[in-house]
């Protein structure tokens, strides 16, 4: 079983939509857990990091960590165009410092 | 956010020769710099760790005398790959951040290095 699992898509939506990404993992030490958006062949740029369980909003943008379920959600309102890109899910242990990443969910908005 | 950049973004190598890859910090200065490698549609999987001024950590299969690591500085690592193969082609990235672990809870990323060895 991986670390952490992520369904890789694609997921494909109407511009407007409300986007819901979801990752579990199987790591109870980890407590830091991040959105990474990354365009195609560019480097992962970190959208979201939440500790421990809860909700954090940033605009458009919602994450939300369950540990009792080990369960991690980014929501994306008001879906763009310009949010196509692919969405890595990444937790890391307080112990080793080390980011396990999901497999990565395509989106594509479409116009 | 910190800005983390890595050269080349592309190269094109004859197999058995080597390549180096840079990974710079710009604005900040991180003890400890990440290294990993991207399959097509796959996720990024941590080849090692690299420390400043001492040896690197690798992950379990990751062949250290192919995959040389140096952080000579502050604000630098390298990776090496040595006498490449075909089947080095990937996507190289690297990451880092101004706080040392586990505290670093951000972790920013260069735009990556794509390798491929002909």
């Known amino acids: 079983q991986k670390e952490v699992e992520q369904d890789p898509g694609p997921l494909s939506v109407p511009e407007g939509a409300i986007v819901s990404l979801n990752c579990t993992y199987s790591n109870s030490a980890f407590q830091y857990f991040m959105w990474y958006r990354q365009y195609s062949r560019k480097g992962p740029e970190l959208l979201m990091y939440t500790y421990s369980s809860g909700n954090k909003e940033d605009g458009r943008f919602t994450a939300q960590v369950d540990k009792s379920s080990k369960y991690i959600s980014l929501f994306i309102r008001d879906s763009q165009p310009s949010d196509s890109a692919t969405y890595l899910c990444?937790?890391?242990?307080?112990?080793?410092?080390?980011?396990?990443f999901g497999q990565g969910t395509t989106l594509q908005v479409k116009p | 956010g910190a800005v983390v950049s890595q050269h080349p973004s592309r190269v094109i190598c004859k197999s058995g020769t080597s390549v180096k890859i840079e990974c710079r910090s710009l604005d900040f200065q991180a003890t400890t710099m990440f290294w990993y490698r991207q399959f097509p549609k796959k996720s990024l999987m941590l080849m090692a760790t690299?420390?400043?001024?001492?040896?690197?950590?690798?992950e379990q299969g990751v062949e250290k005398d192919k995959f040389l690591i140096n952080h000579a500085s502050l604000t630098l690592s390298t990776l090496t790959v040595t006498s490449a193969h075909p089947e080095d082609s990937s996507f190289y990235i690297c990451?880092?951040?101004?706080?040392?672990?586990?505290?670093?809870?951000?972790?920013?990323f260069g735009q990556g290095t794509r390798l491929t060895v002909v």
């Open positions: 990444a937790a890391r242990s307080s112990n080793t410092g080390k980011l396990i």
């Open positions: 990451s880092a951040s101004p706080q040392r672990p586990p505290q670093d809870t951000e972790a920013f």
């Open positions: 690299s420390n400043e001024g001492s040896k690197a950590t690798y």
